[in-house]
C-alpha cells in the first residue's frame, strides 16, 4: 500500500496571515511530502509495505520506518486540526475542559506552557485517557499518543520548521496563533468518539 499525500483540507494561504502561505508550503508541501517518500521508500518490501499509519505506529520498533509513519500521521493530524474558519469552544468541550483543568484559561495555560517548554523538537497534544479524562501531553521528536493508548484530539507541532518562516524563534508567538487557527468543533467531536479508532 502505498501511502499518499493527505489533502490539505483549506488553500495554502487561508490560515494567513497567522500561519502565511510560504510556512504552509513548506510545512505541508515539503516537509510532509518528504515524510511521505521516506516511509513509502522504507516500507517497500517489508511486513509493513500493506499495513496502514495506525498500525505501523504501534508495531514498528523504534526507528526510521516508525518515525516517519509517525511524522506522516502527526501533520496529517495538525492540519485536519487548524481551520481558516474558527469558532468558539463548544459548550460540551468547555465543560469537559473545566472538570479535568478546572477553567478553559487553566487549560490555555497547561497547553501552551507544555509547548513552549518542549525541549528540542516535538509535538504538544490533548489526549483522553482510557479513563476519559483529557490530559496535555508533550512527546519529542515523532511521539504519537495511540502508542500509549491514549485517544489524541489536537496536536501542536512545535518542530522549529512549523514556526520559524513566520515567528523566528518566537515559539510562545506561533503557539498564540495556533490556539486561534484550532478548529474546537473537530476536538469537541473527536472527544465523543469510542477511545482508540482508526484515523487515517
Ligand atoms: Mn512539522
Redesign the pocket.
Known amino acids: 500500500m502505498k501511502h499518499l499525500m493527505p489533502p490539505l483540507p483549506y488553500a495554502p494561504s487561508a490560515l494567513a496571515p497567522l500561519l502565511s502561505e510560504e510556512t504552509i508550503q513548506y ?1 505541508y508541501g515539503k ?2 511530502q518528504t515524510y511521505v517518500d521516506n516511509l513509502n521508500k522504507l516500507a517497500e518490501g517489508t511486513p509493513y509495505a500493506d499495513m496502514c499509519l495506525e498500525l505501523i505506529i504501534t508495531t514498528a520498533p523504534e526507528g526510521a520506518l516508525r518515525n516517519n509513519a509517525a ?1 506522516v500521521w ?2 496529517t493530524f ?1 492540519f485536519d486540526g487548524l481551520t481558516p474558519t474558527p469558532k468558539a469552544i463548544p459548550a460540551g468541550l468547555q465543560k469537559q475542559l473545566c472538570a479535568d483543568f478546572g477553567t478553559v484559561e487553566a487549560f490555555r495555560t497547561a497547553l501552551q506552557t507544555a509547548a513552549a517548554g518542549l525541549f528540542g523538537s516535538g509535538w504538544t497534544w490533548l489526549v483522553l485517557d482510557a479513563d476519559c479524562h483529557l490530559r496535555v501531553l508533550p512527546l519529542s521528536n515523532a511521539g504519537n499518543p495511540l502508542r500509549l493508548g491514549l485517544q489524541p484530539l489536537l496536536t501542536l ?1 512545535v ?1 522549529e ?2 514556526y520559524y518562516i513566520d515567528y523566528r524563534n518566537r515559539r510562545a508567538d506561533y503557539l498564540e496563533a495556533l490556539w486561534q487557527l484550532t478548529d474546537w468543533e473537530r476536538v469537541a467531536s473527536l472527544s465523543q468518539r469510542p477511545p482508540v479508532g482508526l484515523y487515517y
Open positions: 510545512h516537509h510532509l511524522q502527526n501533520h495538525y507541532d518542530w520548521h512549523a
